[in-house]
Structures are given as structure tokens and as C-alpha cells.
């Protein structure tokens, strides 16, 4: 997708005001890598049947916040190494990492590739690095375990995904 597109598909989803099954806006990027690898894993599993989008830079569903100056902002590279890392059943989701500007800020989207690949999970349990976790091996996505994006939430986390989002 060209950078105009892009532009103009991140636009349409601000001026709906809410998030979507395949838009989903943060205002920074994630502290913790498990958190962010959770995201991709649902918006890779959702059920629009189109690519989906972690909007980075954007708060209240509106507000234009900007990443330039976010101490956790990655490159594609290290991006794709986290999700090399860990290990899926059979596929990864295909990714992207564009930036674009918004009212003179720049917003990154992760794109994630809609493909006949899916559902994507993990055969290895990958674990939480945050610090606030009381635990030490806390797990973040437990293996065998299908997370899917519908509308505007995460489903997998804390009960089964619906039959028919799998």
C-alpha cells in the first residue's frame, strides 16, 4: 500500500472515533514486547478479512499524539526479531512498519498482512518482561492458545475465542 492510501485509510479510521476489528490505536509503543506480540497476534486473527492496523502515536481514539520522541519506538528490524522469536505453529504473521504524518507528528502503523494463513498462535509459551509482573516466569501468550481481534477487543486472554472468530 502507498504512503497516500495508508494515509487516507488511517484518516477514515480516526474520523469513525473508536477502534475497529482491524484498527486498533495506541498513544505509544508498548513497554513491554509480550504485550505488543499479543496485539499482532489478535489484529493477524481478526475477522475482517482485510490487513489490520496498530496505530501508534494516537490517544483517545482521535487525539494526535505523535512517536517521535517514544523511548520503546522500533524499526522494522527489531520488530520482525520479536516476532522471529517466538515460536508460532507453522506461520508468523507478515508484517509492515510504516510511518506517516499527521497534523506535523509522526504516527508509525504496524501493518499486519491479511493472508489464508491463519489462525496464527504459538507452539512455545512467550513470556511477560515487565517489571511490575510479580512473577518471574509469568507468561504473557500461552501456547495453543488462538487470541482474535473482533471489534474493538482482545478475545483468548481470559476465556476462548468465539468458535467462529477460530
Known sequence: ???????????????????????DFKREWHSDKGELLLDIICMANNIENKDAYLI??????TKVYGVENDVHRLSLNNL??????AKFALYHPQ??????????????????KSTNRTPYYLE??????QKHNKEPNAVQIKNGVIYVRLND??????????????
Not at 101 to 112: A, P, S
Request: proline share 3%; hydrophobic share 35%.
Open 1 to 23: 500500500m502507498d504512503i497516500e492510501k495508508l494515509q487516507l485509510e488511517i484518516r477514515h479510521l480516526l474520523s469513525l472515533g473508536r477502534e475497529g476489528g482491524y484498527g
Open 56 to 61: 501508534l502515536g494516537i490517544t483517545d481514539f
Open 80 to 85: 520482525s526479531k520479536i516476532i522471529q522469536s
Open 95 to 112: 508484517i509492515d512498519l510504516q510511518t506517516i504524518e499527521i497534523d506535523e507528528k509522526e504516527i508509525d502503523i504496524i501493518i499486519i
Open 124 to 129: 512455545k509459551n512467550y513470556p511477560s518482561d
Open 153 to 166: 477487543g482482545k478475545y483468548g486472554t481470559d476465556s476462548a475465542a468465539p468458535l467462529y472468530a477460530i
